[in-house]
């Protein structure tokens, strides 16, 4: 009963979530593709220093921003879809501890695969040289996608 209330409050913020996934996909295109230099950037809105200073609040902090920074979809979709589903169902107390291995699992079979086979430093040197590239090119491409959700939910 909690999740489908929960779940039929957060669909009144939908639509103005869904108008703000533009802009950021165009912010974070900038800031890929080199246009928005990170440091100046964040430096001027995010409090860095009151991270540093902090022990335990900056371990959390860090680890928020980085979520959020590296895949805001699975905030939406752990939050907007996962928690109202689990307040709705016997076992529900078990979707976030599958929805967490789900996610890290792919990622640790990778990492012990490149490990395993030997191939950190071979694989690290290849990445770097190639990784600026496609960097710029994902940048353009978040670019162009950001405004065209922003002209489809803003025009």
């Known amino acids: ?28 295109g900038l800031i890929l593709s080199g246009i928005i ?6 430096s001027s809105i995010f409090p860095i220093k009151f991270i540093r200073k902090q022990n335990e609040v900056s371990s959390f902090l860090l680890g928020f921003f ?5 895949c805001p979809t699975m905030f939406v979709l752990f939050f907007g879809t996962l928690i109202p589903l689990s307040l709705s169902s016997n076992y529900g107390y078990l979707f976030p501890t599958f ?3 789900g996610t890290a699992l792919p990622i ?14 071979a694989l690290l040197k290849k990445s770097r040289k190639i990784g600026k590239s496609i960097q710029r ?18 025009l």
């Open 66 to 70: 980085f979520s959020l920074a590296f």
């Open 99 to 101: 929805f967490s291995i």
């Open 37 to 42: 230099t990170g440091r100046n950037f964040f």
């Open 1 to 28: 009963m909690l999740g489908k209330e929960i779940q039929q409050i957060l669909t009144l913020y939908f639509p103005w979530l869904r108008k703000l996934i533009g802009p950021l996909l165009i912010l974070m």
């Open 137 to 154: 090119i994902a940048g353009v491409l978040l670019i162009l996608i950001g405004l065209y959700d922003t002209s489809l939910y803003w």
């Open 108 to 121: 640790v079979i990778l990492m012990f695969i490149i490990s395993y086979l030997g191939l950190n430093g």
